[in-house]
């Protein structure tokens, strides 16, 4: 067989499932005929019986939402047939058809089968559909609402039994988030104990190669926990700074001993370039330690300038983060101690006076102003904006 080329392909329709089951009880079949004709247009599954026995039968082989039932049949007559539906499937809608001389019959189908209406022969076609659509939909109201009954039962009955097992679900999951916490705790402590030893051997690393004398970041350390403790820095920043003491010539590395052994001032032509690139080197190498990043970034920026023309982003002001411009204070404090700046050791007091004469280009001038102590004790403080500064003296003599 070939289809033609114009011819459409059609799918075929599902077939429509039936609304309600429907059953037909009359003796007579030219009854069960004309009722079955004016029930064609509906959407209904229409099954018939000619006796009350036959119906019996049948209900319990196929589900029946609606009985329809003559009155007068010979053995077992519409009002017993239809008492005995409503004990066995109580679900059921029930209708009895009957003539004028059969009120007694009808009277007892209402009091025995409890029926949910009657219809009178000749019947009409019009109120006989609706009738049926009206008990079907009675019936679904019906169905639903037993449904929702039994819904709302068996949610009462859960919550109730969940409210029976509340606190000792509750008490098990406090003690599983309790151990998961613990667990995150412990994990998170040996996460940062494994930061810290990597800050160890790195520090380590650049100090293999730096002569003795040259060792400046225990003390630049130092340095910088005796003003964190004094100004109660919070926890974040002080571990920032305290990692970035421990590591910021981390960008060194790479050098060869004769510029590690060299004065920065003392660099020039390729040698300075290096020199200048050691900051973004040493952020580099850490930025992929996410415990690091905050240490990495004042790494970054130890060498930027209040005045905009230190390296390599050229900040400027308040732009630098805080902890860099603390660190550089600490760093060009004690490297100028140690000869690392310029050609010759600087002694502490005039290291001091150096940086104080560079407020303003170099530091932030809030950090580098004297103290109000009188000028005799020699004192000179780093300053956090608004807020009393550290004591130099204090801080750095007994480790310059």
């Known amino acids: 067989m070939t289809l033609e080329a114009d011819q459409p392909l059609t799918t075929p329709e599902p077939p429509q499932v039936p609304e309600a089951t429907l059953l037909l009880v009359d003796d007579e079949p030219n009854v069960l005929s004309a009722l079955k004709r004016v029930l064609r247009a509906e959407n209904y599954l229409v099954l ?28 077992m007559d519409g009002a017993e047939l239809l008492s005995r539906v409503q004990r066995v499937s109580p679900d059921c809608i029930r209708i009895l058809l009957t003539g004028q001389s059969d009120m007694n019959a009808t009277i007892r189908a209402i009091n025995e089968g409890h029926i949910y209406s009657y219809i009178a022969k000749p019947w009409d076609d019009h109120k006989l559909r609706l009738t049926l659509r009206q008990a079907l939909a009675h019936q679904l109201a019906e169905r639903e609402q037993k449904r929702l009954e039994a819904l709302t039962l068996q949610q009462n009955q859960e919550l109730m039994e969940l409210n029976a097992t509340l606190e000792q679900r509750v008490e098990a999951r406090t003690q599983e988030l309790k151990q998961i916490t613990d667990m995150l705790d412990s994990a998170y402590d040996e996460l940062k104990h494994s930061y810290v030893m990597a800050t160890r051997v790195f520090s380590s690393l650049i100090t293999q190669r730096m002569p003795r004398h040259l060792h400046a970041n225990a003390q630049i350390g130092d340095l910088i926990q005796a003003f964190a403790e004094t100004h109660e820095l919070e926890d974040a920043l002080r571990r920032d700074l305290l ?13 060869d001993d004769r510029m590690l052994t060299t004065p920065s001032e003392r660099l020039f032509a390729e040698d300075r370039k290096a020199y200048r690139r050691y900051p973004e080197t040493g952020e580099s190498l ?11 970034r004042l790494i970054r920026h130890h060498r930027e300038h209040w005045n ?36 010759r050791k600087v002694p502490r007091q005039q290291a001091l006076d150096l940086l104080r004469k560079l407020s303003g280009r170099v530091y932030e001038p809030a950090c580098v102003r004297p103290s109000s102590h009188s000028v005799s004790t020699r004192r000179r403080t780093w300053a956090r904006p608004g807020k009393p500064c550290y004591r130099w003296r204090r801080a750095s003599s007994s480790r310059a």
């Open 48 to 75: 018939t019986a000619n006796s009350g026995e036959a119906a019996l039968a049948m209900m319990e082989q196929e589900a029946v939402d609606l009985v329809i039932s003559d009155c007068l049949m010979p053995g």
């Open 286 to 296: 850490l930025m992929s330690l996410e415990h690091l990043q905050g240490t990495a």
């Open 243 to 255: 990692m970035a003491a421990a590591l910021y010539n981390l960008g060194k590395l790479a050098w």
């Open 308 to 343: 905009g023309d230190g390296y390599p982003s050229r900040l400027k002001g308040e732009a630098i983060p805080y902890g860099a411009r603390l660190l550089a204070l600490a760093v060009d404090f004690i490297e100028l101690q140690r000869g690392m700046i310029l050609p």
